[in-house]
């Protein structure tokens, strides 16, 4: 995706339906350049970004785009989905034998200067998923450590699927972006 998504082939055209939607989505674009290009200043590595909207609207786009510029830095990214990274974990918890010296496959995820977690909401919720998703998000806020996740997921529908701790600290430690328009998919096949 970093070959061919980029800033530069963001295409605001998409969300022209209304001015107000094309002014909005003018200023995420800015914010997410703004976080991209100051991302390793003094006090702006540990900042986190919550993109919320429907299917097709920008989000995996955009998180792409920051990766590109931010690995162009010279820091470490580490961009999978939701579902991807806790079946890492669970492999790592029940998959394992006890004599298996190979490397983490989690650790990663907490290494990394920027994680991004996309489609977060489409993984299997559980009693381990949810520690697991706790335990990152948490462990990466301890130690100043930026993290972008996207999601479908209303507010209301974060706080029903996740105890209070996790959504607390995705509320309270996260900019949130949502995002806004038609399915671009749905445009481009009109185009």
């Known amino acids: 995706l970093i ?13 022209r339906q209304t ?16 976080f991209a290009g100051n991302f390793g200043n003094d ?22 785009s920051i ?9 470490d990214v580490v961009y999978d989905t939701a579902q ?16 298996d010296s190979s490397e ?11 994680l991004i977690i996309d489609d977060l909401g489409t993984e299997l919720s559980n009693q381990f998923t949810a520690t697991v998703l706790f335990n990152v998000i948490n462990t990466r806020l301890c130690r100043g450590s930026a993290t972008i996740i996207n999601t479908n997921l209303s507010q209301k529908e974060i706080r029903e699927r996740y105890d209070g701790r996790t959504s607390s600290r995705i509320f309270g430690e996260f900019r949130p972006l949502p995002f806004v328009g038609t399915d ?8």
């Open 19 to 34: 001015p107000e939607q094309f002014r909005y989505m003018e200023h995420v674009l800015s914010s997410c350049r703004a």
């Open 67 to 75: 990766a590109k510029v931010v690995i162009e830095k010279g820091f």
């Open 184 to 191: 671009y998919r749905l445009l481009k096949l009109e185009r």
């Open 104 to 114: 983490s496959k989690t650790e990663r995820y907490f290494d990394c200067d920027v």
């Open 3 to 15: 070959r061919t998504q980029s800033f530069e082939t963001f295409d605001l055209g998409y969300y």
């Open 84 to 99: 991807n990274i806790l079946s890492d974990f669970e492999f790592e918890r029940f998959g394992r034998s006890y004599n």
């Open 43 to 64: 006090g702006e590595k540990g900042r986190n970004l919550l993109f919320v909207g429907t299917t097709g609207l920008g989000k995996t786009h955009m998180s792409t």
